[in-house]
């Protein structure tokens, strides 16, 4: 991919986090409501060593006007505070220029990028003009929408100005599916991600995947399953009260507990034994993948059987009750293995779609330009796209 050339072609520097293989832990409340609501949620917090940087909202625009948006620049002197008293560094979210220019002003360490903001091209695209030539740390939360290279070409527009300091944060994204989460985490993407630039550290906000406190731990203990750098997660010293995301927050002395039950685990194994039976377990693996993508290959070769089949017969595309007869068939027997009904039921919707679209191309085929640009026609097809 493009993208992924043009990062892999931009210098950052390494280690930026000078965490030496540790977790970063972000936290501190959803907004900075009050002087006294900032300093004893970050007075608690600085107890936990894992946590290095508190986190604010001084601006909150909301999805609906009239609510709460944010303290605003009066928040900067307690957060100012808050990193003389404690020592621990402070990270804001900004959305625009004179967001950019009032943080460095004030001092503010670390900036991040919302997920409103990162869908908007236009939008990074002058915060990264505000901070060329500033050596300062931005992560860049993923957009709203599940589109990876928008994420991408965000950290891109930063990099080209001179940022070296580059992160992102994985914190969901809004789909039509029912799920348990406020915003669908879509673990596939920010893996992907990682995959595409691996320099680039990356985080996860559980609190506003999850939106409910209860299902913080489980998401963070996911994220760092997956290799993820680290953690930002919303603390209030009164979350029922807060002003902002109230059931997403959690006090710090939940927290305190949250961060003791995780397991944060190693890329590798500790000794040679058990790093051989897991490289023979990837062999395996790959030997079971490979075999996987002659089977694939195999089938969409028999699928251009079909559909020449098809054309030839005159007959549509799309045959209904095979596809049902077909599926509950798989499905079945998915069950007797003890698979997962809906992972198998996607897999055989992509095989399917990818079918249709293979019989699609031939049938298509009936029109052809001849030598002289003249249009022939050949047999009327009917063809339906499910």
């Known amino acids: 991919m493009s993208n992924s050339k ?9 280690d930026w986090l000078g965490r030496n293989g540790k977790p970063l832990i972000i936290a501190g409340p959803c907004s900075a409501e009050s002087e006294t609501q900032v300093l004893r949620t970050a007075r608690e917090l600085a107890k936990l060593p894992m946590i290095s940087i508190f986190r604010a ?15 605003g620049i009066p928040g900067m002197q307690w957060l100012k505070r808050v990193k003389q008293e404690t020592g621990l560094k402070i990270a804001i979210e900004v959305a625009n220029t004179h967001h950019v220019y009032e943080a460095l002003k004030h001092g503010i360490d670390i900036l991040w990028i919302g997920a409103r903001t990162t869908v908007n091209p236009f939008s990074v695209q002058e915060i990264a ?34 940022v070296k300091r580059l992160g992102a944060i994985h914190r969901g994204f809004s789909t039509f599916e029912k799920t348990p989460y406020r915003y669908s985490p879509k673990w596939e993407i920010p893996i992907e991600l990682k995959r595409l630039v691996p320099e680039i550290p990356l985080i996860c906000d559980p609190s ?68 051989e039976i897991l490289n023979m377990l990837r062999r395996e693996i790959d030997a079971t993948d490979n075999q996987l993508v002659e089977l694939i290959y195999r089938r969409t070769e028999i699928s251009s059987k079909i559909g020449q089949y098809k054309k030839d017969h005159n007959m549509t595309i ?69």
Do not use: C
Not at 139 to 146: H, M, R
Not at 331 to 351: M, N, P, S, W
Not at 360 to 375: F, T
């Open 57 to 71: 909202g001084i601006w909150k625009p909301r999805t609906r006007p009239n609510g709460f948006e944010g303290i």
């Open 6 to 14: 043009q990062m892999h072609n931009i210098h950052l520097d390494s």
């Open 129 to 162: 003009n505000a901070l060329q030539g500033v050596d300062v740390p931005v992560f860049v939360k993923n957009p709203i929408n599940p589109d990876l290279q928008i994420w991408i070409g965000a950290l891109e527009r930063l990099a080209q100005v001179g």
């Open 208 to 275: 506003h995947i999850s939106g409910n406190r209860e299902l913080i731990f489980e998401i963070s203990q996911r994220a760092l399953d997956l290799a993820m750098h680290g953690l930002m997660i919303e603390s209030h010293i009164h979350p029922d009260t807060a002003l902002s995301d109230a059931k997403q927050q959690i006090n710090p002395t939940t927290l305190k507990k949250i961060l003791r039950k995780l397991k944060f685990r190693k890329p590798s194994g500790n000794t040679a034994e058990p790093e």
């Open 318 to 386: 799309l045959q209904v009750n095979r596809w049902q007869q077909l599926l509950s068939d798989r499905l079945k027997h998915a069950r007797t293995l003890g698979l997962d009904e809906k992972f198998v039921k996607d897999i055989y919707q992509l095989l399917h779609d990818k079918s249709i679209k293979i019989q699609s191309e031939m049938m298509n085929q009936s029109l052809k330009m001849s030598k002289n640009g003249d249009v022939k026609k050949k047999k009327r097809v009917i063809t339906i796209n499910p």
